[in-house]
Nanobody, 123 residues
Framework: QVRLVESGGGLVQPGGSLRLSCAAS????????MGWSRQTPGKEREPVAS???????TYADSVKGRVTISRDNVKKTVYLQVSSLKPEDAAVYYC?????????????????WGQGTQVTVSA
């Protein structure tokens, strides 16, 4: 089993910054992909940024230049640094981690989502 725990959300003023964290735990063998998505009420979840095991990153056009995704492979943690926050960045942010894990003698693929962390942007 794989568990994800997110942290770092909260209330931030426009123009401010914050860093979200998502730590994975469990019998993980390899983490191939780590990413962040966000969702506001009434809208579909949208990808924000992702990073592969090789360090290849992708960013949504709406956040390019303001967001940096990074990962610590030893800690099995992915980070999302967001700066110059805008009101439209307010959302619940979810991390998504994919890879393989041990299930007894077997190795299985996992695709897990965190519980979500609320980011509010307001003066």
């Amino acid at each position: 089993q794989v568990r994800l725990v997110e942290s770092g959300g909260g209330l931030v003023q426009p123009g401010g910054s914050l860093r979200l964290s998502c730590a994975a735990s469990g019998s993980i063998f390899v983490i191939a992909y780590m990413g962040w998505s966000r969702q506001t009420p009434g809208k579909e979840r949208e990808p924000v940024a992702s990073i592969t095991s090789g360090g290849l990153t992708t960013y949504a056009d709406s956040v390019k230049g303001r967001v940096t995704i990074s990962r610590d492979n030893v800690k099995k943690t992915v980070y999302l640094q967001v700066s110059s926050l805008k009101p439209e960045d307010a959302a619940v942010y979810y991390c998504n981690v994919r890879g393989t894990y041990y299930d007894g003698p077997d190795m299985k693929v996992f695709d897990s989502w965190g519980q979500g962390t609320q980011v509010t942007v307001s003066a």
